[in-house]
């Protein structure tokens, strides 16, 4: 996913925080590797920290739209279920990009659209 670095801090345990937007909405994240440059415009990759509970924390939506942004203190994901594994496993799609998530609990039909709320979403520069 491409995304335009609006706001960076460092926080007093030395981790970058990022305000983002993207062409699928704006939001907050952690940075992990090298500080982005204010402004400046990075191809990544998005994970989660902690694994997500069916149900609880990501839920089927009657939405289609594929978009992010920030609510309070999450991250609010609206992708498409592309895949699931036995070992709860799951992979987004989230417009032209997918994330894959640890989930628990039973997933809804494949092709669901559903709603992620995420606590913590990290960002990571792929080099592109």
Same mark, same amino acid.
């Given at each position: 996913m491409k995304v335009h670095i609006q706001n960076l801090e460092v926080s007093s345990d030395g981790k970058y925080h990022v305000q983002f937007s993207s062409e699928l909405g704006n939001a907050n994240a952690c940075w992990q590797g090298a500080p982005p @440059?204010?402004?400046e415009g990075y191809h990544v990759?998005?994970?989660?920290?902690?694994?997500?509970?069916?149900?609880?924390?990501?839920?089927?939506?009657?939405?289609?739209?594929?978009?992010?942004? @920030?609510e309070s203190d999450c991250v609010v994901i609206k992708a498409k279920l592309e895949a699931y594994e036995d070992d709860g496993l799951a992979v987004l799609r989230l417009g032209g990009s997918i994330m894959m998530v640890d989930t628990f609990g039973n997933p809804?039909?494949?092709?669901?659209?559903?709603?992620?709320?995420?606590?913590?979403?990290?960002?990571?520069?792929?080099?592109?």
């Open positions: @440059q204010l402004g990759e998005l994970s989660v920290g902690e694994p997500l509970t069916w149900g609880v924390d990501i839920l089927s939506t009657v939405e289609s739209t594929h978009r992010l942004e @920030q809804p039909p494949l092709g669901t659209v559903v709603e992620a709320h995420i606590r913590e979403l990290t960002l990571s520069d792929t080099g592109i």
